[in-house]
């Protein structure tokens, strides 16, 4: 793009479109790098007149969203199960009282503990989580290709020199089931605090 | 949804237009507007009528009409002419109360422009990425849009309205063959508008990588070979041995907090 030309991408995606520079453009995500080394500031200016609008859309927010009807691939929060799970229903309950999508290693799901379409890595689901914790997953090279994108990983592992210890934000080397027990009596701890406050705010 | 009987008589408009498969680049229904047919047919199966600006001979358009839709109606237009202009005449002589449209045609600029442009020629409210259409009672509809990420928001607006479908929504169904040759499609002409902006662009395949719009920071040559040569530092997060159980797992539950992923 120039001040003179611009290429477009149209048809969904497949054709490049010539065109002459507009003058408001959307700049696909590809277009550029990031900015970064300025700083630049956002100032408020003032409007001769601003129309008159009357509200036709009323929004009522978000709604709750069950979290395993979420694809995999879109999931923000995944818990995921590998061979270290050896308390299933535990890891469901913990899954539903975080409210996370629910994901597995290939070897959970060979073993008949997890659908097909929960496996994440390479022959699975590439995901996008931005926070990733794999219970008893020690992080075969398929499974880490398949969490590349996530930003923050937590490991909950007895091994502590496996891949996905090195990989992961935090890890907790430890028995999981252990683990996932204190950590279940801590977000009810949390959800019933915050219920309580609720509460007092509506009362107030 | 189940239709019931508040929206069986509800004049829906679903747009539709000719699809380009991303691989054979072979013409087919778009994926979206067969949502937005899809979405039309379980709101009000009676009264839904089926619109295409452009060629009538086009073979993909009996794809929609083998979703069960008894009968397509297409304004004849030369592929070049601009699609709003024909469709706000339309519009204006029979109203209905509700038009869906794709988010983005797939062949053509796919601007997705269409359903806003629309809108404002109609003076109707607009609701982008809708995933489905919960309610219709006394004249205001309960719709879900799609976020990212898989989150859904309500949203209340009042008939008449334009909503775009997103690929979120309902699968569109499969399309039957012998409905879909036996349907009829009902032409009539319209009102031409010539799209002369389009006339100067050239058109060409897609390339693979576009160009960034690169801006070289270096300003040496040391530091250009460092930038092309250093290695992403290996972060290595936190590991816990020692700890007890407990304070593992309130190490993970404050991440957790952090990262606002609990709500």
């Not at chain 1, 479109?17 to 959307?26: E, F, G, H, Q």
């Not at chain 1, 937590?154 to 907790?172: E, F, P």
Request: proline letters at 4%; glycine letters at 8%; a negative charge.
């Amino acid at each position: 793009m120039d001040t003179q030309t611009t290429i477009s991408r149209g048809a969904g995606g497949s054709v490049d479109i010539t065109r002459k520079t507009p003058r408001v453009l959307l700049l696909a995500e590809e277009c550029a790098d990031q900015i970064d080394e300025t700083r630049h500031e956002a100032l408020a200016i003032a409007l001769d007149s601003v129309g008159q609008i009357t509200r036709q859309i009323h929004d009522g927010g978000r709604v709750e969203v069950d979290p395993n009807a979420i694809p995999l691939a879109e999931a923000e929060f995944i818990l995921s199960a590998g061979n270290g799970i050896h308390n299933w229903d535990q890891f469901h309950l913990v899954a539903k009282a975080l409210g996370a999508t629910e994901g597995a290693s290939r070897v959970a799901v060979d073993d008949g503990f997890m659908p097909r379409f929960r496996q994440v890595g390479a022959t699975g689901t590439w995901v996008t989580a931005r926070v990733y914790i794999a219970v008893g997953i020690s992080g075969a090279v398929q499974h880490m290709q398949g969490i590349g994108q996530c930003d923050k990983v937590i490991a909950i592992n007895t091994d502590a020199g496996c891949d996905m210890v090195k990989r992961a934000a935090l890890s907790t080397i430890g028995d999981s089931e252990a683990i996932l027990e204190h950590l279940l009596v801590l977000v009810h701890n949390y959800k019933e605090q915050q219920a309580i406050e609720e509460d007092n705010q509506d009362a107030a | 949804m189940p239709p019931d009987s508040s929206t069986q008589s509800l004049a829906i408009v679903s747009l539709i237009s000719i699809g380009k498969h991303p691989q054979s680049g072979r013409e087919r229904r778009a994926d979206q507007d067969a949502r937005a047919v899809e979405l039309g047919l379980s709101l009000s199966p009676n009264n839904l009528t089926v619109l295409h600006v452009g060629d009538a001979k086009q073979q993909a358009l009996r794809q929609y009409a083998g979703m069960g839709v008894g009968e397509i109606h297409v304004l004849e237009a030369p592929v070049q002419a601009d699609a709003v202009a024909s469709l706000t005449d339309y519009f204006q002589e029979n109203a209905p109360s509700i038009i869906l449209t794709g988010v983005r045609a797939e062949s053509g600029e796919s601007s997705g422009m269409v359903p806003y442009l629309l809108a404002e020629k109609m003076g109707w409210p607009m609701v982008s990425r809708i995933a489905n259409i919960v309610s219709i009672q006394e004249g205001v509809a309960e719709v879900l849009q799609a976020l990212p990420r898989g989150q859904r928001r309500v949203i209340k607006v009042s008939l008449p309205f334009v909503a775009s479908v997103d690929s979120a929504a309902p699968e569109a169904r499969q399309s039957a063959f012998g409905p879909a040759s036996r349907a009829a499609l009902s032409i009539q002409t319209c009102a031409i508008e010539k799209d002369d902006v389009s006339e100067n662009w050239t058109e060409t395949p897609a390339r693979k990588r576009p160009k960034r719009l690169k801006i070289i920071k270096a300003k040496t040559a040391a530091e250009r070979f460092k930038a092309a040569t250093a290695k992403p530092q290996g972060e290595s997060g936190k590991v816990m041995v020692k700890e007890s159980n407990q304070e593992k797992a309130e190490e993970i539950f404050n991440l957790l907090i952090e990262e606002k992923v609990i709500r």
